[in-house]
């Protein structure tokens, strides 16, 4: 689609909230954590497992109002292990998986919105999903990566995590405790569902090999990008530990 080029590709993902036939296209949407699995960090106030669920109650309520045939890897308070998730998501034909997380960190300062994907296939849906989320968040833009976590490794779909603010920032924690604000996440996530081919281009930040990329940047950059650097691949380490 040419036309596309001379366009910003977010407005071409909002037009498409109508122009999508979804019919035959089933999401899987996989609400992180459950049960005794609270996600977040130890000491975390808000529980990272009510909000992905409650999220994820909304997409699939906006999804299914759009004609998608939807289903939930999780639909109460339980605790599902990550093969089931993923044995889940590969079971359907013609569908896509939506992973709903949310950040933690000890650095209370940290906030923004993360979008992880693995295969190439999956980047423009992670594009979309990204561009609308992060334009309806008060949160700033952390990127869109590649990360080679187990629920995205394992998938043979389409298959994004959107890490959707960090709930140990006092702002983000905040927005996330408003219904209104889940419900918004929900739309913007359903949006870049209905606009994923009409990404026309798209960047992001390869962590596949992040122990090999921060060896180089504290050997060469200066202290204060190096400390920046350790304290984000921390987080995003307790974060991989806890999806495999
Ligand atoms: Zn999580």
New binding site residues.
Partial sequence: MVALVTRDSSDAARDSRTAESSDSVTVVIDA??GGHDR??IPGQRVA?KDM?LDVSQRLRNVLSASGYRVVMTRDSDVFVPLPTRVAIANSYRNAIFVCI???ATQRRSAGGIETYFYSRDSLPLASAIHRLVVGGAPSSNRGVRRRGYYVLRKTNIPAVLV?CGFLTNPTEAAYAQTASYREKLAEEIAAGVRGRNSVASASFIDQTRVARSERHSSKHSHKKSARKKRSSSKRSGA?EA??Q
Avoid: I, M, R
Wanted: cysteine-free; aromatic content about 8%; charged content about 25%.
């Fill in positions: 992180g954590h996600g977040g990272e992905t997380h949310f950040n890490e974060e806890s999806a």
